[in-house]
């Protein structure tokens, strides 16, 4: 079983401050994936991640995909109390009937005025 | 964006009673759907797969009985939960995923589920 592993589990912040919030995987996955989801709502796609290395940024958020592509850590720079939110990381699978998304322990951020 | 919906958003029911729940995919077709349980404070565990006509693929632990997965169209599926216990209580998510090399998995708004 691939496990994905986040940290923090818990994050409260005021906001203007930066944070990183780390995704690590027992094995490597064929690319991965990160998204926030808010309370009673499914999950939202912010960012794929494939090769190894690789930097991604998406206004205040920037996600890196180490070289081993076993790690992601994603960073967010001067926090606002809208990225509040579950933070998932979900590993992307190749199987024989496509593909198979494994989703992190998550982290649960919170943006305080 | 592609557009997936669940229905109904929330239900209340009692023990021992089943549970449809529906995911629908609005503007494309759905060659496969997912379902995903939710606990409180915990991430998405894939419970199964289901490909349009054929049976569904569970994963390890997970009922096949308790869970009955339907995907007779491609836009549709749904997620029965037979003689629901409290312990089945969760947030209930699917996803869906176009045929024809796209890999992207579209997640619905999620059913709340709570049995007395």
């Known amino acids: 079983t691939q496990l994905l592993e986040q940290s923090p589990q818990f994050l409260s912040i005021q906001e203007g401050e930066n944070l990183t919030v780390y995704c690590n995987s027992s094995s490597v996955f064929s690319s991965l994936q990160w998204y926030r989801q808010e309370p009673g709502e499914g999950p939202v796609l912010l960012v794929t991640?494939?090769?190894?290395?690789e930097v991604k940024k998406l206004k205040r958020l920037t996600f890196q995909f180490g070289d081993a592509r076993k790690d992601s850590p994603l960073h967010i720079t001067a926090a606002q109390p809208g990225d509040t939110g579950l933070y998932l990381c979900a590993g992307v699978e190749l199987t024989g009937g496509g593909n198979k998304l494994t989703f992190g322990t998550g982290t649960q951020l919170k943006v305080e005025l | 964006g592609a557009v997936v919906s669940q229905h109904p958003s929330w239900v209340i029911c009692k023990s021992g009673t089943s549970v449809k729940i529906e995911c629908r995919s609005l503007d494309f077709q759905a060659t496969t759907m997912f379902w995903y349980r939710q606990f409180p404070k915990q991430s998405l565990m894939l419970m199964a797969t289901?490909?349009?006509?054929?049976?569904?693929?569970?994963e390890q632990g997970v009922e096949k009985d308790k869970f009955l997965i339907n995907h007779a169209s491609l836009t549709l599926s749904t997620l029965t939960v037979t003689s629901a216990h409290p312990e089945d209580s969760s947030f209930y998510i699917c996803?869906?995923?176009?045929?024809?090399?796209?890999?992207?998995?579209?997640f619905g708004p999620g059913t709340r589920l709570l049995v007395l």
């Open positions: 289901s490909n349009e006509g054929s049976k569904a693929t569970y």
């Open positions: 996803s869906a995923r176009s045929g024809g090399g796209g890999e992207t998995q579209y």
């Open positions: 991640v494939v090769t190894g290395g």
